[in-house]
């Protein structure tokens, strides 16, 4: 019965490519994120939504687009996917928008070659 | 710019002994401090966390301090026991940016039997 969930797990795609990470969460948060951790390990935040409305939006390309239906999902869309990309995408969820206590998913592990 | 950093990029403790894992922090703007533990090909669960207004919590094993005036909180487990062997990342926020995050790069602790 899992928290956060995010598919695919593993993705593997070529250059140029566009590509979408679904995420969705039952318990019944208002909050969403997606945390992106790089080839050195370190766990950054690239989005925030609240109730649907994008709260965080730090310095991503916008090749980078997140998707909210609604507040129990987070899709996360990458276009023209370039080698610098590849790295684990962590989806995540909280309470509310103080957010002191975020669970994340499982992470999707996208490879670009 | 790292603002939370943990030095330590590894540590390996003999079961039963006790396991203490840094942090330090440069923004004086942080007030909410967590830590989370990470197994491999998952996402990282929530362990503890600790208000700037405190400066210990504890919860069974798992005990963090805070020292505001050094920018320093450290997380003790004890007894350690092997399936404590994780990456532990610590993590930051300040109130007026919500629910944003600052990881640290995270340190892999080894439990041996």
């Known amino acids: 019965d899992t928290a956060v969930s995010q598919t695919p797990k593993y993705l593997v795609t070529q250059m140029g490519n566009d590509k979408s990470i679904k995420c969705e969460q039952n318990l019944g948060h208002d909050t969403m994120y997606w945390y992106k951790q790089d080839s050195k390990k370190f766990l950054k935040i690239m989005f925030s939504?609240?109730?649907?409305?994008?709260?965080i939006n730090e310095t991503v390309p916008n090749r980078f687009s997140p998707k909210s239906p609604d507040k129990a999902h987070l899709n996360l869309h990458i276009n023209s996917l370039e080698l610098g990309d590849s790295a684990v995408y962590f989806c995540?969820?909280?309470?509310?928008?103080?957010?002191?206590?975020?669970?994340f998913g499982e992470g999707s592990w996208l490879t670009v070659v | 710019d790292q603002q939370v950093k943990q030095n330590s990029p590894s540590l390996s403790v003999q079961e039963g002994r006790i396991s203490i894992l840094n942090c330090d922090y440069t923004?004086?703007?942080?007030?909410?401090f967590l830590w989370y533990k990470k197994y491999p090909a998952e996402g990282p669960t929530f362990l503890i966390s600790?208000?700037?207004?405190?400066d210990k919590n504890e919860d069974g094993r798992f005990t963090v301090f805070l020292n505001k005036s050094a920018k320093h909180l450290s997380l003790h487990i004890v007894p350690s026991q092997p399936g404590d062997s994780a990456v532990y990342f610590c993590?930051?926020?300040?109130?007026?940016?919500?629910?944003?995050?600052?990881f640290g790069e995270g340190t892999q602790l080894t439990v041996n039997p």
């Open positions: 600790i208000s700037s207004i405190k």
């Open positions: 939504y609240n109730n649907k409305e994008l709260i």
């Open positions: 923004n004086s703007m942080f007030d909410y």
């Open positions: 993590a930051a926020s300040e109130e007026t940016s919500g629910s944003r995050l600052t």
């Open positions: 995540a969820s909280s309470q509310d928008r103080l957010g002191n206590t975020i669970y």
